[in-house]
Each structure stands twice: as C-alpha cells, then as structure tokens.
C-alpha cells in the first residue's frame, strides 16, 4: 500500500506539537517546585529548544522546496516537446541547486548537472560538477562513487590509462553498486588500440569472471558475453 506523503508530514507535526506541550507542562512544574533562579535556567533551555526546533523546522522546508524544484526541472527534461529555452531553464535550476541547495538535494543537481553538460558535449564542465560530488564529504557514499565511475567513464579513451586504472580499481575495492561497472572499465582500458597482448589477456580473464558472476547484473553479464564471443572471433 502506498503510504500518503502529506499524512506523514501532518502525524509529524502533530507529534511535535505534543511533544511541545509536555515540555512545556515540565518547564511550569519545575518552575513552581524549584523557585525562579532554577525556572530561569529552564526557560532558558526552552528558548534554546524552541530556536533549535525552528531551525529542524526551516531545513525540512527547505529540504522540500529544493526537491519539488529538483522534480519539477526533471519533469520539465522529460518532456518529449521541450525546447532550448526548456533545458536553459532547468540547467539554470540545476546549477542554483548544485551550489546552494540542502545536502542530498544538492548533489543529485550536479549529477543531473554534469550529465546535461556531457550531452552538450561540454566535458570539462562535466567533469568538474563529478569530481565536486565525488569529493563532497557531506554527500552520501553511493553519490560520490557514482560520481567517481561517471568521471572516469567519460574519461576511457583521453586521460592516461594508468590514471584511470587506479581510479577504477578504487572503486572495485570500495565495494558496492559500482563493483561490476569499474570491472568493465578495466576491460576497455586493457582492449585499448596500444594495449598489450598481457593486457588483453587480463581482459578476457575479467570478461570471463563477469560472465560467471551470480552477483553481476544481467546487463553487465550479457555485454561481457557479447565482448568475449566477438574477442574469440577476432582471434
């Protein structure tokens, strides 16, 4: 059952505000049993309280505003009809988000970002909006891996292999959802025009454990299938 997004906001400040009330029944209690020195530290750790709510409060809104203005950017690119001024206008939110935005929010604007930018074959700026993610502390781990394979991926055929390789090796050591995708990355830098024949031997071994892997994705394992049955062609 799909759970109702405004019912939980709702329940949300509701429980707040019952929480509110009780504090405040402890603060008049304390204040009557311990005389007014004692109730003035109280209330002052109510004043404190009460900013601190408020703050929780702001960024929550925030946080809400940032993302319908995130969706309703995407909504726009996803329009089969949309123009120029279309795209201008939702890199333009995408960029406002990418600086200023709420953590989370933030970095999946510079991804969508940098992506726009590669389409428009503007790579330098692409790659400059993944390594800010990949290197942002406060972004969430999946994010800044993320980050870290789409910079490298655009990057195959151009940057130094030895570069790339450690990149993607990283990446294959860090664990996680880019395990398998870092794998075939070593698999084109070893099937490069200038590779070694040790190194297209070491990307049919690669190929070969993909192939294999009950934990690969279907995609992943089928590409690698294709790639070896056209390598055992070729030889």
Request: proline share 3%; glycine share 8%.
């Given at each position: 059952?799909?759970?109702?997004?405004t019912?939980?906001?709702?329940?949300?400040?509701?429980?707040t505000e019952?929480?509110e009330?009780?504090?405040?029944?402890?603060?008049r209690?304390a204040?009557?049993r311990?005389?007014?020195?004692i109730?003035?530290?109280?209330?002052i750790g109510a004043i404190?309280?009460?900013?601190?709510?408020?703050k929780?409060?702001?960024q929550?809104q925030?946080?809400?505003?940032?993302s319908?203005?995130?969706f309703?950017?995407?909504?726009?690119?996803?329009?089969?009809?949309?123009?120029?001024?279309?795209?201008?206008?939702?890199?333009?939110?995408?960029q406002n988000l990418?600086l200023?935005g709420?953590?989370g929010v933030r970095?999946y604007?510079?991804?969508?970002?940098a992506d726009l930018?590669?389409h428009?074959h503007?790579?330098a700026?692409?790659?400059?909006m993944?390594?800010?993610?990949?290197?942002d502390?406060?972004?969430?781990?999946?994010?800044?891996?993320?980050?870290?394979?789409?910079?490298?991926?655009a990057q195959?055929?151009?940057?130094?292999a030895?570069?790339?390789r450690s990149?993607?090796?990283?990446?294959?050591q860090?664990?996680g959802?880019?395990v398998?995708?870092a794998?075939?990355?070593?698999?084109?830098?070893d099937?490069?025009?200038?590779?070694t024949?040790?190194q297209k031997?070491?990307?049919?071994?690669?190929?070969?454990?993909l192939?294999?892997s009950?934990?690969?994705?279907?995609?992943?394992?089928?590409?690698?299938?294709?790639?070896?049955?056209?390598?055992?062609?070729a030889?």
């Open positions: 059952m799909e759970t109702d997004p019912g939980d906001l709702v329940a949300d400040d509701f429980i019952v929480n009330e009780l504090r405040l029944q402890r603060i209690a204040t009557r311990f005389g007014v020195v109730a003035g530290v109280v209330v404190g309280g009460g900013i601190w709510g408020w929780v409060h702001s929550k925030m946080q809400q505003v940032a319908q203005q995130y309703t950017a995407m909504a726009s690119l996803a329009d089969a009809n949309h123009d120029k001024a279309t795209i201008i206008q939702a890199e333009n939110t995408f990418a200023h709420p953590t970095s604007a510079a991804l969508r970002l930018k590669m428009n503007d790579s700026a692409a790659l400059t993944w390594n800010n993610v990949a290197h502390t406060s972004a969430e781990k999946p994010l800044r891996d993320l980050a870290r394979y789409m910079a490298l991926n195959i055929n151009t940057a130094p030895k570069d790339l990149g993607f090796e990283a990446l294959i860090s664990g959802a880019w398998f995708l794998q075939e990355g070593l698999v084109a830098l099937l490069r025009p200038d590779a024949s040790g031997k070491e990307a049919r071994r690669l190929l070969t454990q192939v294999e009950s934990e690969a994705p279907e995609g992943v394992r089928n590409r690698a299938q294709a790639l070896l049955e056209t390598l055992g062609d030889g």
